[in-house]
């Protein structure tokens, strides 16, 4: 299967800079997964395609102000960390720009001294393991001195941070937002809530390999990103009570997707479980847990689309994204969003 074959065209100006005033006011365009038909309708209306006993699954992963700017001590030029992954209390995996500047040994300082780092190794993707040095609670330091690492495409500043959060967002951790759903206002929860729907939470943190461009010709190629999952006992057993039941598995984003089929036995049911996740899931791949997926418009030729074109078909997928463009949604993080249906 050719990467090429998830490229589409897509106009510049379709790229959403900012978030709307309401959260839940973005357009949504539902997509049959079997026939392919298309529905355009506001993001609020996903109340009515919701029924009770079906189970929503968020995921409540919190960004962290993760873009950290200082001076490598020695020469007091300038460098900037991205953190992408927690190995211990005080260590992380990081993106370093310039990497010439972040070599074994090197040491780094922000915020006038308030933090420091050392450089204590490069990994074969490039990426540095940098130990912090500091007084106090590394995680205050941080919000002091971070800046919320927003997606490459995006060039306006955002002027409230919160908008790059969801409502229910808790665990911290992320390097970007699930931006599914950001859509959701706690208004909007109720109102499914009341419906009879459940709800269940799950944890992945997103690191910056969502937004790297899949660099192989053949999709089977690629070597996918790992990321951090937790689900815990209670909210496993809300998910596994609602398919008992009959109900279907909603999932809210492709990380509460790459969680819910990385976990799931062969019969789609869950259990308590925490850990790294490599799965790619493309055409081809045989969905175990979730029935339906709420989830914004992606990159050409991304993991993601070729996920969501997993679910629906790539024809469907393929043609819902033309038709998108041509109807002028917005795209990506600040975007519509997509809701597939059964």
Do not use: W
């Not at 309708?41 to 200082?70: E, M």
């Not at 204590?120 to 940098?130: F, S, T």
């Amino acid at each position: 299967m050719r990467v090429e074959d998830f490229n589409f065209e897509l106009p510049i100006e379709l790229i959403a800079q900012h978030p709307l005033k309401e959260r839940d006011q973005s357009r949504l365009l539902v997509v049959d997964k079997h026939s392919g038909e298309l529905e355009h309708r506001k993001f609020h209306d996903i109340v009515g395609y919701l029924k009770k006993g079906d189970v929503l699954v968020l995921n409540d992963t919190r960004v962290i102000p993760a873009r950290l700017l200082g001076v490598k001590k020695e020469t007091e030029g300038k460098i900037e960390f991205l953190l992408l992954n927690r190995k211990k209390l005080d260590t992380y995996e990081c993106l370093a720009k310039p990497g010439k500047r972040a070599k074994v040994g090197a040491r780094f300082t922000f915020g006038e001294g308030l933090l420091e780092a050392e450089v204590i190794e490069v990994l074969e993707n490039g990426n540095r393991i940098v130990q912090f040095h500091y007084d106090g609670v590394f995680e205050e330091i941080l919000d002091r001195l971070g800046e919320m690492p927003l997606p490459p495409y995006i060039k306006e500043k955002l002027e409230d941070k919160e908008r790059y959060q969801t409502v229910y967002s808790r665990s911290e951790g992320s390097a970007a937002a699930p931006t599914a759903g950001l859509h959701f206002t706690e208004k909007l929860l109720k109102e499914i809530r009341e419906t009879g729907v459940e709800i269940a939470f799950l944890t992945l943190h997103v690191g910056l390999g969502t937004f790297r461009p899949v660099k192989v010709e053949s999709v089977e190629n690629h070597d996918m990103h790992s990321e951090f999952y937790s689900l815990d006992a209670q909210n496993a057993e809300i998910i596994n009570a609602a398919r008992r039941k009959g109900g279907r598995v909603i999932s809210v984003g492709t990380t509460s997707t790459r969680t819910l089929e990385t976990i799931a036995d062969a019969d789609g049911y869950v259990k308590e479980d925490s850990g790294y996740t490599k799965i790619f899931i493309y055409p081809g791949y045989q969905f175990k847990c979730i029935d339906c997926l709420i989830t914004n418009f992606h990159l050409p030729e991304s993991t993601l689309i070729m996920l969501v074109s997993a679910l629906a078909g790539k024809e469907n997928i393929m043609n819902a994204y033309e038709t998108a463009v041509k109807e002028k949604y917005r795209f990506f993080s600040f975007g519509d969003s997509m809701f597939i249906k059964e």
